[in-house]
C-alpha cells in the first residue's frame, strides 16, 4: 500500500500564490518508480487533471487551463512532489488531490493507482 498526504493548501487572494505539498509512505517499492500527479475537484464539477511528473522528474505534462502558471516538482530523496500555483484564479477553487501511477501525462483518474484524500484551495476575487 501507498500513503499520499497532502499538505499547503488554503485561502489566497485572486492574483496570488500557493505551494501544496503530497508526501507519500508505506510503498512496497520506491517513490521513484512512481508517476505523480494533481488533480483538483470543485463542487459539481468532475475531477479534473492538472499536472503530472515522470520518476525522474525530468517530464512534465499540464493541463492547458495551468499552463505557464502552475509547476509541478518531485523530490525522490524526500519521497514529495509539489505543486507552485501562481496567478491563480477564483476558477482554481478545489480540493487538489495527489495521485501515484505508471503514466504521467493520463488525464484519466481510473488510471491513477493511489490518492490522496486532498487539500482544501480557495482564490477569493
Known amino acids: 500500500q501507498v500513503q499520499l498526504v497532502e499538505s499547503g493548501g488554503g485561502l489566497v487572494q485572486a492574483g496570488g500564490s500557493l505551494s501544496v505539498s503530497c508526501v507519500a509512505s508505506?510503498?512496497?517499492?520506491?517513490?521513484?518508480?512512481?508517476?505523480m500527479g494533481w488533480f483538483r475537484q470543485a463542487p459539481g464539477k468532475e475531477r479534473e487533471f492538472v499536472a503530472g511528473i515522470n520518476r525522474n522528474g525530468d517530464n512534465t505534462y499540464y493541463a492547458d487551463s495551468v499552463k505557464g502558471r502552475f509547476t509541478i516538482s518531485r523530490d525522490n530523496a524526500k519521497n514529495t512532489v509539489y505543486l507552485q500555483m501562481n496567478s491563480l484564479k477564483p476558477e482554481d477553487t478545489a480540493v487538489y488531490s495527489c495521485a501515484g501511477g505508471s503514466l504521467f501525462s493520463s488525464s484519466r483518474p481510473s488510471t491513477w493507482a493511489y490518492w490522496g484524500r486532498g487539500t482544501q484551495v480557495t482564490v477569493s476575487s
Open positions: 508505506g510503498a512496497t517499492f520506491t517513490f521513484s518508480r512512481l508517476a
